[in-house]
């Protein structure tokens, strides 16, 4: 079983910056790929940005390539996203998966474990 758990959201004015956090409970965190999802108000959950085992590829959703940042520190079991340049479109609740695979996906049906989320919210 691995339990994830976000950290580090809340209120930004648009063109600030946020860093999150998933701390994963899992002794083989290198084993897994992870990613980054959003999920706004009456929205369907939608992808931004994923992380293979290594660190050495990634990928984002073309609405936030050039602002994102996502990266890991598997001697920590933790995966991270910086958040640059925010607007107020990317206000959403902010969830962590992970799948069991080496590779990254964009899917959320391909992601076996998920956080309970962190709010993140864009002022104009």
């Known amino acids: 079983q691995v339990q994830l758990v976000e950290s580090g959201g809340g209120l930004v004015q648009a063109g600030g910056s946020l860093r999150l956090s998933c701390a994963a409970s899992v002794r083989t965190f290198r084993r897994f790929a992870m990613g980054w999802f959003r999920q706004a108000p009456g929205k369907d959950r939608e992808f931004v940005a994923a992380?293979?085992?290594?660190?050495?590829?990634?990928s984002y959703a073309d609405s936030v390539k050039g602002r994102f940042t996502i990266s890991r520190d598997n001697a920590k079991n933790t995966l991270y996203l910086q958040m640059n340049s925010l607007t107020p479109e990317d206000t959403a609740v902010y969830f962590c998966a992970a799948r069991d695979f080496l590779q990254i996906a964009s899917i959320p049906g391909d992601y076996r474990y998920w956080g309970q989320g962190t709010q993140v919210t864009v002022s104009s």
């Open positions: 992380i293979s085992w290594s660190g050495g590829r990634q």
